[in-house]
């Protein structure tokens, strides 16, 4: 009997190439918005630590275009991070999406695994079978030629 060979093995390749692909364009997506979520929390320290410092300046007296100069540090820094929130919020939408996709190529691609397994399978069954009815038909053979070889000799 010849050998296993899963006719869809190139289909099978394409799909763990597009998956890789897939998967790579999901790390650069969560990689830009990891980097935005970053820029986020830095300007939210930044504004904290502001705060603080004209908290410190108010207490202790300071000259007023300093705290007006704090204070406008602090609302640039607040319109930084509202301008921020939406493009998070789309980066998050598109790294949802194409988790998605990586999905559904993985999914397809597991189903061709699942499907070679299966004809792997099938094909072992086949030739056990093949072998089993060549061994019946060796025993038969040999059988008969017994059989023949008893009624020569009588």
Known sequence: ME???????KVRNYKSQVLDGEKRKL????????????????????RSGKRSELDT???????MKELIACSILIENARR???????????AEREV???????????QEKTGMDKL????????????AKSYNNDMLQLISNRLS??????????
């Open 27 to 46: 790390f650069t997506l969560q990689q830009k918005r990891d980097e935005i979520a970053g820029r986020i929390e830095e300007l939210e320290r930044y």
């Open 96 to 106: 949802e999406n194409q988790r998605q996709v990586v999905l559904s190529v993985y």
């Open 80 to 90: 930084q991070k509202e301008a921020l929130v939406p493009e998070l919020t789309r």
């Open 116 to 127: 070679e397994q299966k004809q792997i399978a099938e094909f072992r069954n086949l030739e």
């Open 145 to 154: 030629l017994d059989q023949a070889e008893t009624q020569q000799a009588v």
């Open 3 to 9: 050998n296993y060979s899963f006719a869809l093995n």
């Open 57 to 63: 300046r108010q207490r202790y007296g300071a000259l």
